[in-house]
């Protein structure tokens, strides 16, 4: 992927997604994350390659991708209720009908109560539980979350994690998930891909392993995990200046 300022951001990358996996972009900043999301859901073209879902080819957003923002790009003007219905008001969809979805994937999100309040009347945690309330109420089967959690400070994350964790075991989506967390990498991933510095390539690919059903606390100190984290750490680190 070349921008119209010449900088190349992604080059040669050949990747897939396996279905019902969450699958982590991890490098260094700048590399091209964001944009091989963007390419994914459509929003940009890439210079040359092609993106595939289900084997056809991608060219422009569809309904069977979401998207999640680290601000989560709620609209202040109105309910979180109406927030979360907005995918769908946005397809047509009547308003008793979308409002009973939007309820449903609230309470799934830990937000029930809090239908009527603004955003700026939530807690940043809060505001990235709405987004990703909204991301599941349009039912697309690929949720592209690009650092949903790096808003928030460090107990709220984790929380956050473990419960989209939960979450994933109802919901079986394809995820693809960018971060700057290695530990947050490992602890969500099933599988991982380290992009080099731009024009970035695909660096490794690594499977944590790591069985997602077991207590939050046991896998933050089960050896695979640690050694992981430290094995990615000794990839990434080449890439720091
Ligand atoms: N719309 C654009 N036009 C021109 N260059 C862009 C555009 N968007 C991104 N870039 C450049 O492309 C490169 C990759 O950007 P991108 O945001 O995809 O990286 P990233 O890996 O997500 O970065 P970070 O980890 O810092 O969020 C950067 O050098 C960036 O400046």
């Not at 990235?128 to 690929?142: C, E, F, P, S």
């Not at 995820?175 to 970035?200: G, K």
Request: proline share 5%; net charge neutral; aromatic share 6%.
């Amino acid at each position: 992927m070349r921008y119209a300022n010449g900088v190349t951001a992604l080059d040669g990358i050949d990747l897939d997604f396996p279905r019902g996996k969450l699958t982590t972009l991890l490098g260094p900043s700048g590399c091209g994350k964001t944009t091989l999301l963007k390419i994914v859901a459509g929003l940009f073209r890439p210079t040359t390659g092609t993106v595939a879902v289900n084997g056809k080819v991608v060219t422009g957003p569809g309904p069977e991708r979401a998207l999640v923002f680290q601000d989560f790009a709620l609209l202040p003007w109105a309910t979180v209720l109406r927030n979360v219905a907005f995918g769908l008001e946005l397809r047509g969809v009547a308003k008793s009908e979308r409002e009973a979805i939007a309820a449903r994937y609230i309470r799934e999100v830990g937000l029930a109560g809090f239908e009527n309040q603004y955003p700026n009347q939530l807690s940043g945690g809060m505001r990235q539980r709405a987004g990703l309330a909204r991301a599941l109420t349009v039912n697309a089967d690929i949720l592209m979350m690009d650092e949903p959690f790096s808003a928030v400070d460090e107990q709220m994350r984790r929380k956050l994690q473990e419960d989209l964790l939960s979450l994933l075991q109802v919901e079986k989506k394809t995820v693809i998930f960018v971060t700057h967390s290695i530990e947050e990498a490992v602890y969500l991933s099933d599988r991982i891909v380290l992009l080099s510095r731009r024009p970035s390539r695909v660096s490794a690919i690594r499977d944590p392993g790591i069985a997602h059903d077991l207590p939050p606390d046991q896998i933050r100190r089960d050896q695979r995990y640690l050694d992981t984290v430290d094995e990615i750490w000794d990839t990434l680190k080449q890439y720091l200046q």
